[in-house]
């Protein structure tokens, strides 16, 4: 089960708004035992669905014209390799331990933080940190918040579907 919480005081990104942000977190209850954040971060972000793959490809199309970042759409990775300083696709790995794994990527519009964070021993957090830095940063957000919210379930939800989590 998949549900939208408040952003955890635990993790390593909160404290880290600056200005105008954007932040949320969703609240999944695993059905495996006994994984860590490595495993949980790399059981969903290591497989995204083909549709999330296509619509970021769509989304570099589009945003490069206004001067954002074009960035690799697959964030698989190893779980091996899922260590501070390993890149996953357009993320950088900053912290990684069985309790939280925490994920950055800096531009020129906004700096953007990913978390995966074990809340008890079958329930986790994936949080999201988006600090926007320019008025472009401010427009892109406003208009990706939603399409985000679903991209973030629908990925979370396809982990559980396929018995990865």
């Avoid at 695993?30 to 059981?43: D, I, M, P, T």
């Avoid at 988006?130 to 406003?142: E, I, L, P, R």
Wanted: with cysteine; glycine share 6%.
């Amino acid at each position: 089960m998949i549900t939208e919480i408040d952003f955890p005081t635990e993790t390593a990104l909160y404290g880290r708004e600056l200005g105008a942000f954007y932040r949320d977190s969703f609240r999944v209850r695993v059905r495996k035992e006994a994984l860590g954040a490595r495993q949980v971060y790399h059981s969903i972000f290591a497989h995204l669905p083909i549709s999330v793959q296509l619509a970021l490809k769509a989304r570099n199309s589009v945003v490069k014209l206004v001067g954002f970042s074009a960035s690799n759409t697959s964030m698989s990775i190893g779980l091996e390799e899922i260590q501070a300083g390993q890149n996953a696709g357009f993320l950088t790995i900053e912290a990684a331990s069985d309790v939280e794994v925490v994920c950055t990527a800096y531009e020129k519009n906004m700096d953007m933080w990913l978390s995966v964070l074990k809340l008890s021993d079958q329930e986790f957090a994936i949080s999201t940190l988006v600090n926007m830095k320019t008025g472009a940063g401010k427009v892109y957000m406003a208009f990706i918040k939603p399409f985000h919210k679903l991209v973030a379930q629908h990925s979370i939800n396809q982990a559980l579907k396929a018995g990865r989590i």
